[in-house]
């Protein structure tokens, strides 16, 4: 399941609206960085390749590692984060980045199963069925006229 919404310290993270929320401070971010924000933490802390990255975010056009660097550079700027630090976004020489995993927690509600809530509907469909058949069925019992002859 696609993250769509993380919180990391005092940032929240909109990925579907691409958007950073920094102490209410909301700023938009760049198609690109958005993109490999969110395969990073579709990643849920393992490590994504520089290929994976170039692949799924840039496709056929060619760029260089460099543009990657760059784009992760500027994420951290974004994020409070940098290359010493290392708190958010790590990077693994030669393999690639990741995001550090303790600090992604999905602010989406996840709609939960309740088989109580399927019985009671599945009883008041049964009674009202049930109630339609017994007036159907009941024969009205009213006055049978009849002529009289004159």
Known sequence: MAI???RIKNITIDLERAEINKDGSVES???KLNAVLKILCDAEGNIVSQQTLLDKVWGDVVVTAN???RCITQLRK???DDAKRQHIIK???KLGYSI????IQSTERKRTYNPSSNKLVLFIVALSFGALIIFWSAKPNYPTLTRSEP
Request: proline share 21%; glycine share 0%; aromatic share 0%.
């Open 4 to 6: 769509k919404k993380i």
């Open 78 to 80: 974004q994020l409070n």
């Open 29 to 31: 971010l760049e198609p």
């Open 67 to 69: 543009t990657i660097q």
């Open 100 to 103: 550090v995993p303790p600090i």
């Open 91 to 93: 990077t693994h020489p």
